[in-house]
């Protein structure tokens, strides 16, 4: 195996609903669906399933329960190859996590999720012998995980420093909390200095960062009175890497992916890449040109896009760009994972002039290279 996918998963529910807007839930009444769609849902579904239609030896580390939602989670997940399934935690005394995604015509999704075992995963579930081959082990969605959020995410820092120790680079993706629950009101400062000194990849998405570390920013965004622009990536970034983690790559939604690094000569990632080629490098690379059918995973498959190319020992504007190609063809699809190709179809279609969008934040003092389509911030310009 090359990369270890582990953390939050769970079944989605999600009926085909085509008539009638969310209002028309009125208790005691029925509303007629057109039928039912169940999928796997999570960073390790997600994240894992991309990376292996990618051609990336991967295995998923997600805990289930010996339940009938836990059955055909394994059954979906088995379809995409019985090797991801092999170190899949089974609990015989739960119920697996689901969440029923509700989707009326022209209405955002609401959720109804039950955590089940990814609330009770904790670092002891961890087959670390399995998984003592791996090069790259991501963990996905501890906000979303009771055990790896509480505590300043102690339990996580058991894993990522076990890991480290069998010279597996670590990374991690997050997830926005549900404002209300208990992990919406941690100390998210705490958490990050004591979590990111062992996480070489960070890669969060700029709503998450906001809500966590700038949360009078993001009531104003929810508010449509603010957005974020060059000066807040650049602060941001900066004080993620001060924490202690040499890469930073920031999910921004339709404006792209925004990479920062820091010094890598004495990272763990200098294991795989060219420290030469991603020391202090300031990188946004536009999204592509698409028809968006669905949205669910994008953030996932964007993320294995990039771990398949550091895998590979790319330089940062290679890596960058085909995360964002394979974050673009996920949004090809209803479902998160329908849109993925292999590897060298998306690195084909990159080649043959697939078309950027424009960007909507200005680009003072950043410079574009015409040559792989990305903007170099000011730092990065004299390479």
Not at 104 to 112: A, G, Q
Not at 224 to 231: A, M, V
Request: aromatic share 8%; with cysteine; charged share 25%.
């Amino acid at each position: 195996m090359d990369i270890i996918v582990a953390g939050h998963i769970c079944l989605d529910i999600i009926p085909d609903w085509r008539i009638g807007s969310i209002k028309t839930i009125i208790p005691g009444h029925i509303l007629e669906m057109s039928g039912l769609k169940l999928s796997t849902g999570g960073a390790v579904a997600n994240t894992g399933i991309t990376l292996k239609k990618l051609g990336i030896g991967t295995t998923l580390l997600g805990k289930i329960g010996s339940d009938s939602f836990g059955k055909v989670i394994l059954e979906i997940l088995q379809k995409e190859g019985k090797a991801l399934v092999e170190n899949m935690i089974i609990s015989k005394d739960e119920i697996s996590s689901y969440t029923i995604v509700l989707n009326p015509p022209d209405t955002d999704r609401v959720f109804l999720h039950y955590p089940g075992p990814n609330h009770t995963f904790n670092a002891n579930d961890i087959p670390y012998e399995k998984i003592k081959s791996g090069r790259i082990f991501h963990f996905g969605y501890p906000p979303l995980m009771k055990k790896f959020y509480e505590n300043a995410g102690e339990e996580l820092v058991k894993i990522f420093r076990r890991v480290r120790k069998m010279n597996i680079i670590t990374s991690l993706d997050m997830a926005m909390p549900d404002p209300e629950s208990p992990a919406g009101k941690i100390d998210w400062y705490k958490f990050f200095k004591n979590v990111l000194p062992i996480v070489d990849i960070f890669m969060p998405s700029i709503d998450e960062l906001l809500f966590m570390l700038r949360p009078e920013k993001y009531n104003k965004i929810i508010k449509n009175r603010y957005r974020f622009d060059l000066k807040l990536l650049n602060q941001l970034s900066e004080q993620l890497t001060d924490y202690g983690t040499s890469v930073v790559v920031i999910k921004l939604g339709n404006q792209g992916l925004y990479l920062r690094t820091h010094k890598i000569e004495k990272s763990n990632v200098s294991r795989i890449i060219n420290p030469s080629q991603w020391n202090y490098r300031q990188l946004l690379s536009p999204c592509f040109a698409t028809e968006v059918k669905g949205t669910t995973g994008t953030g996932d498959a964007t993320i294995a896009g990039f771990l398949s190319q550091l895998l590979d020992g790319r330089e940062p504007e290679k890596s960058i760009t085909l995360a964002t190609a394979v974050g673009a063809c996920c949004v090809e699809a209803v479902d998160a994972t329908g849109g993925i190709r292999p590897l060298p179809e998306v690195i084909s279609r990159i080649n043959s002039g697939w078309e950027r969008l424009s960007l909507s934040i200005p680009m003072d003092n950043w410079k574009y290279d015409y040559q792989y389509k990305i903007w170099r911030g000011p730092e990065d310009q004299s390479r």
